[in-house]
């Protein structure tokens, strides 16, 4: 669970980059622009000012443009070369009167504003701290940001633990229901059993897909990729989801060649949580159809269709994970089937779309290449 994101205290000066090659214009900036939680830094040249970006974290630079050796604008042209300061606003601040070509070319240079002087104290001081407020807010997301990152990678890892750590007693479980149905023959005992078994399976589907959630969102998901058959995969789905008590429907076609390079364990999770919702929610009556395109040298083309429909309004957010009303797969599930199914499919660099209509029922079509990498 999320915790409350805790502030940082205490909070660090702003730091301000006044750049004026004299001294006196340096203490009359610091003079004007100094209060509680901001810092003025000075410098008397170009050269000393990038010495002191190497080392501070500076909010906005004030700079003058006519000095000695480097210019203002030779200035703000190294500043934006570099991507550690590229960032930084300036302000050109000029004693020249009536140059719109300066203004521009300062402008060009990357300033956000050019300031005549003799400086307006008022003026000065509202953009500086409007500035120094934006700086304040993003040093704060960025704070947050980060506190987020690291809350949901502790999630994850807390999810991938639950997850293995859950595999064991339920195995046990599942052996257990499987045993009292074999060696009992009373009808309570084997329908208590029975539904012990069915709830356990749902349970280790769960955990499955939380495993491999986890191993998606910490970028650790992995493809075992060999040489497999698109059609022996499916045909073996097919079988499973019979013997688990599911209507027999599912008719499967070939055109061309199913022979290609892919995870067979992913692809037959893929046609698993699409062939399951395909039977759960198509007519009754209506046959599931797993029909395979393999007539291109360069992919293979599949698609799962069934008789049902999907409201236009779900369509948009199939594919995302948690969704409100459970997973389309299974009762009571954790709206994760489709999430996985894409990011599986992505994985292979395939594609997958839907599209659910009254006139064609609900087809999922995936793209898949010969051989994924």
Known sequence: MLQPIRRSDPTP???????????????????????????????????????????????????????????????????????????IPLIFMTAAVGEQQRSFRGYQAGAVDFLQKPVDGDVLRSKVGVFAELFAQKKQLSMQLEELRQALKVNEMFTAVLGHDLRNPLAAVMNGSELLLRISEDPKVNAVATR??????????????LLDVARIRSGKLELDTRDGNYELVAQRIAEELRAGGQPGRVVITLEGSAEGRFDTDRIG??????????LQHGELDAPVRLDIDGSDPEEIRITISNRGVIPAA?????????????????????????????????????????RSDELEGTVFCIRMPRKAA
């Open 196 to 209: 012990i078994r069915s709830s356990s399976r749902r349970m280790e589907k769960m955990v499955s897909q």
């Open 13 to 87: 000066d702003i730091n301000v980059l006044v750049v004026d090659d004299i001294e006196k214009n340096l203490l009359a900036m610091e003079a004007l622009l100094s209060r509680p939680g901001m810092r003025i830094l000075k410098a008397a040249s170009g050269d000393e000012a990038l010495e002191m970006l190497l080392v501070e974290e500076v909010a906005l630079i004030l700079v003058d443009v006519q000095m000695p050796g480097m210019s203002g604008y030779e200035f703000a042209e190294l500043v934006r070369g570099n991507p550690h300061t590229r960032a």
């Open 314 to 354: 779900m369509l948009p957010q199939i594919f995302t994970p948690f969704r409100s009303g459970g997973d389309k797969g299974s009762p009571g599930g954790l709206g994760l089937g489709l999430y996985i199914v894409k990011n599986f499919v992505d994985a292979h660099g395939g594609v997958i779309a839907v």
């Open 269 to 278: 999770q893929v046609f698993s949580n699409l062939l399951a919702n395909a």
